[in-house]
């Protein structure tokens, strides 16, 4: 019912499965949850997200650089080589990708280009573009306007509504982590709010932001269904009704063409 749009699985604290990752998986399957995107941070994830991928049918990953990366490791990234490793049909998406200006402002040319090339290589394989962005809002919407991206997830989404609305015109989807069951979180939630719910996806981007009630502790695929119960307080629905309406938003971003 559930879909972990965003998971770090070669960063997860498996010490609760004596090392099992296959042991984590099916305890978030016990809890609901049917698909997970397993995300890159860098180029060579691609080696151990594709072992996980090929034992788990249910599983995808992306390829990709985060711009917390150094710049040896965004260079990599060209467009050829992204196309490259983004062609087998249980890689979903490019990324994640953007910018992130809180962690690091001495590469911010580097950084743009390299977000720049994600994009190129999401239109020639047409499969969506995962955008993460961190105080770095304005050129984030600058450059997904200025490259025509249109195929995309802003992951882990913690700004404003004017944000929100630049990245929906562009026909982005929006996901939400744990971060928005935080108790201090309203703003967040009243954003949440206007979002159309057939732009909306669920993360857990773990092994961060673990929900409540496990704030602080690491976070797992299994905690996702706790992102939905927040959403569903957000909009009124079920739980049942929140799962089922983000996992077909995952499944009509992964057609889109």
């Not at 040896?72 to 196309?83: D, H, I, S, Y």
């Not at 580097?110 to 304005?138: D, G, N, Y």
């Not at 562009?170 to 309203?186: E, T």
């Amino acid at each position: 019912m559930f879909v972990d749009t965003h998971c770090h699985l070669t960063l997860l604290d498996l010490a609760p499965y004596a090392g099992d990752l296959d042991a984590a998986l099916q305890q978030a399957r016990d809890g609901g949850v049917c698909k997970f995107m397993a995300i890159s941070v860098d180029l060579d994830d691609h080696i151990a997200l594709s072992a996980i991928a090929a034992r788990h049918a249910d599983v995808g990953y992306s390829v990709g650089v985060h711009p917390c990366e150094d710049i040896a490791t965004m260079q990599r990234a060209t467009v050829e080589k992204l196309v490259e490793l983004a062609q087998p049909d249980n890689v979903w998406a490019l990324g994640e990708t953007g910018l992130d200006y809180f962690h690091s402002t001495a590469f911010i040319a580097e950084q743009k280009e390299c977000f720049a090339r994600h994009i190129h290589a999401s239109h020639l394989i047409k499969k969506p573009v995962v955008v993460h962005t961190r105080s770095a809002k304005h050129d984030t919407v600058d450059i997904i306007r200025a490259e025509k991206s249109t195929h995309g997830i802003l992951h882990c989404f913690t700004e404003d509504w004017e944000t929100a609305k630049a990245v929906l015109d562009c026909g982005y989807y929006i996901s939400f982590s744990g971060i928005v069951s935080f108790k201090n979180a309203q703003d967040l939630r009243d954003v949440a709010k206007q979002v159309p719910l057939d732009r909306v996806l669920i993360e857990t981007d773990s092994p961060y932001l673990a929900p409540m009630p496990y704030r602080g502790k690491s976070n797992e695929p299994k905690y996702v269904p706790y992102v939905a119960k927040a959403l569903s307080d957000v909009y009124d629905k079920t739980l049942e009704e929140i799962g089922l309406i983000t996992s077909q938003n995952f499944e009509n971003l992964l057609r889109q063409n």
